[in-house]
């Protein structure tokens, strides 16, 4: 292992113990799924449970691979939807171990993977082995990335976790020409886990590996590019054919889809106020988890102090923290809205917000040169009556901020961010402490690296916590059994009554759902029928269009004046409605009331019909009838006389067979590598 290296598994285990400490702390456990304090609902379990559930299933019980969906919204590609997250290898750890302990098991080896990642691409690129720590465990525990834990944005967790992985592999495929075969397969593997991971992210990490290859190979003293050009092409034509799979079949369902109508206002959610950058000096415990900013304290001073001190080393980094801040800011932003209206496309990247994950590594890596170069300033430089000045002067006006914030703020801040606040004086007496060597400089680099952990994980774990499944999944099972009971086909809530983890858990299809890939046809169809008629994009179907002022509960009553198409539900096999209000349809009658929801049988359901699923690509429906509704329209399906149907993407295949090329193409050239360097 090469000496830069050799601190590796220190660093590997350090992050895997002091993540498990914070997730337990946090309250993980075999049955429990990570919320965001007080939220009522969590990504983790509406949409990643219920998706890893079905997989689970579809391998084990029925042997097949699974390609539809006929769980939630009448039926809808389920391998062609990124959030499915079929394609992403490290997924499949749900075919061997429970859904709850799989998912949990991979939040805690996807921090670790950051952690990993970033310290060897800072070990990489010259800094020491504290410095580079300060960006291992930074990045880690970076308060971004824990807040997509407690929102479950798992698929978001997943590609960042390989960002510093890409640039690292970047850096060695230019600065290493004897190993350039090898780093091409390593590209190619990063770029692609990035891109089955999140489609949307992907774009992000993507554009900033770009610029960072342009500024490495501006640098270089020898400008060969052919070589460089070649391995990188190779790297990119390998990446593309190992995402075939995903690409290809979402790029043929593309025009079939209701993203498609997203505006600009919707797409831009969540978008940084100017205001909010304030929130890099004091933490906003209680911040939109899309706009988390902060980055620890002491981080943001060691990156300025690398910026003051080596303007020229760190101004690229710099210009990508504020093109990043620019782009999140959206709607805000004269980038962002110009960029949407001359390219449309743009749209499909909502919440313009998450290029502050860039960010999330950005800081930490700018703080470890930072730190290092504070042990390397000379005396000389330090005797320097402006160097003095400025530094007295920086304590001064830390410690100002921190008093006007604790008198200004008192009432407006929670306890945890009061607390946090002393994270300011601490990291700027710190930084003077080790810059004039009143302490040794590696006491110094150590106790900021201590700090900077306490401040993260103190905003960390204000943004997480785990749920048991006694809370969002066994207080539904009376409502699933009376259902199943009474021989339930397909359910509509208009309340959200039956959660969607629930009604996967016991097998209860849905005509309505919640996932932000929908087919448009059923969109409207859908709209027709319960009577909901959107606003504009929405990720749910029905639509809660709520107000500004409202909050979660009133998801409960915000539709309860939608007039129902009961003919219509049954036309889609929609036996029952579960409601949290009554309804008055002639159709509908009340059969039970479990708690507080309402629940209703349809009495205008044919019952000489019979639908059945062979698995989750195949069904057929006796006798045949044109106007009974098995499942949601989309290409693909072939259809008998006889009244079967089979979902066969073309795309999907032919995508198989490109990532199956792409894989022996890894293999090959692995195997050329080894063959090489044993000659």
């Given amino acids: ?74 039926g809808q590609p389920f391998a062609a939807n990124p959030l499915n997250k079929v394609w992403y290898p490290p997924q499949w750890l749900v075919v061997l171990l429970p859904v709850t302990l799989s998912l949990n098991l991979l939040i805690w080896l996807t921090l670790i993977t950051a952690g990993a990642g970033a310290w060897l691409w800072a070990r990489q690129t010259g800094l020491e082995k504290i ?85 490495l190979i501006a640098h270089l003293p020898e400008k060969n590019l052919r070589p460089i050009m070649g391995w990188a ?62 980055v620890g304290v002491g981080v943001f001073l060691l990156a300025l102090v690398a910026l003051v001190g080596h303007p020229r080393q760190m101004g690229f980094w710099a210009s990508g923290v504020v093109m990043a801040a620019w782009w999140g800011m959206g709607q805000n932003s004269l980038l962002w809205t110009s960029a949407v209206r001359l390219f449309p496309s743009l749209l499909w990247f909502r919440v313009p917000a998450r290029a502050w994950l860039i960010v999330a590594l950005v800081l930490p890596y700018m703080a470890g040169w930072g730190l290092q170069w504070i042990g390397e300033i000379s005396q000389e430089a330090l005797k320097k009556r402006a160097v003095r000045l400025a530094a007295v002067g920086t304590l001064s006006f830390s410690a100002v901020c921190w008093i ?89 809530s208009p309340s959200y009554s039956l959660p969607q983890q629930a009604a996967a858990y016991w097998r209860i299809p849905q005509f309505d759902g919640v996932d932000p890939f929908q087919l448009d046809t059923y969109v409207q169809e859908a709209e027709r029928i319960t009577g909901v008629k959107a606003k504009g994009y929405s ?31 049954a036309n889609w096999r929609v036996t029952h409605v579960a409601s949290a209000f009554e309804i008055q349809a002639d159709g509908l009658e009340q059969i039970g009331k479990i708690r507080e929801v309402y629940v209703y049988r349809n009495t205008l359901i044919a019952q000489d019909v019979r639908i059945t699923w062979h698995g989750p690509n195949r069904v057929s429906m006796s006798p045949v009838n044109s106007n009974i509704y098995a499942f949601a329209k989309a290409p693909n399906w072939k259809e008998s006389p006889e009244g079967k149907y089979q979902y066969a993407p073309k795309s999907q295949y032919l995508g198989m067979v490109f990532s199956g090329i792409g894989l022996i193409g890894i293999i090959t050239l692995a195997f050329a590598q080894r063959k090489t360097s044993h000659v």
Wanted: glycine share 6%; no cysteine; charged share 15%.
């Fill in 131 to 215: 410095p580079a720590a300060l960006v291992a465990f930074g990045y880690a525990f970076a308060p971004r990335l824990l807040a997509a834990v407690g929102a479950g944005h798992l698929d978001v967790l997943y590609a960042i976790s390989w960002q510093a992985w890409l640039y690292w592999s970047v850096w060695r495929l230019i600065h290493l020409p004897q190993h350039r075969r090898r780093e091409s397969l390593l590209l190619a593997i990063f770029t692609a886990l990035i891109f089955l991971s999140d489609v949307r992210l992907a774009a992000y990490i993507y554009m900033m590996a770009l610029a960072y290859a342009i500024y």
């Fill in 404 to 492: 006007s914030s604790l008198v200004a703020l008192a009432e407006a801040l929670p306890i945890e961010a009061l607390v946090g606040l002393i994270a300011l004086p601490l990291s700027v007496g710190l930084i003077l402490l080790g810059a004039w060597r009143l302490i040794p400089i590696r006491t110094f680099q150590g106790a900021f690296v201590l700090l900077m952990l306490v401040d993260v994980l103190w905003v960390g774990h204000s943004m997480v916590e785990w749920r048991n499944q006694r809370e969002w999944l066994d207080d539904y099972r009376p409502l699933a059994e009376m259902l199943k009971a009474d021989g339930v086909e397909r359910v509509y």
């Fill in 539 to 569: 990720v749910t179907i029905p639509a809660f269009d709520l107000p500004d002022d409202a909050d979660e509960d009133d998801l409960a009553t915000i539709n309860q004046n939608a007039v129902i198409d009961v003919q219509g539900l």
């Fill in 1 to 74: 292992m090469p000496e830069k290296w050799g601190a590796f598994p220190l660093i590997i285990g350090g992050l895997a113990l002091l993540t498990a400490i914070f997730l337990l702390i946090s309250g993980v456990g075999p049955h429990a799924m990570p919320f965001m304090p007080e939220a009522k609902f969590s990504d983790a379990v509406t949409s990643h449970w219920p998706n890893a559930l079905f997989l689970q299933r579809s391998i084990r019980e029925d042997g097949t691979l699974p390609l539809w969906r006929n769980q939630i919204m009448s």
């Fill in 233 to 294: 092409s190779v790297a990119g034509g390998l990446a593309i054919l190992l995402t075939a799979v995903q690409w290809l079949p979402l790029l043929d369902l593309t025009p079939d889809l209701s993203r498609n109508r997203i505006s600009e206002a919707e797409a831009g959610i969540s978008s940084i106020e100017p205001g909010e950058f304030l929130s890099l000096m004091i933490a906003n415990h209680e911040a939109d988890p899309e706009k988390m900013l902060y």
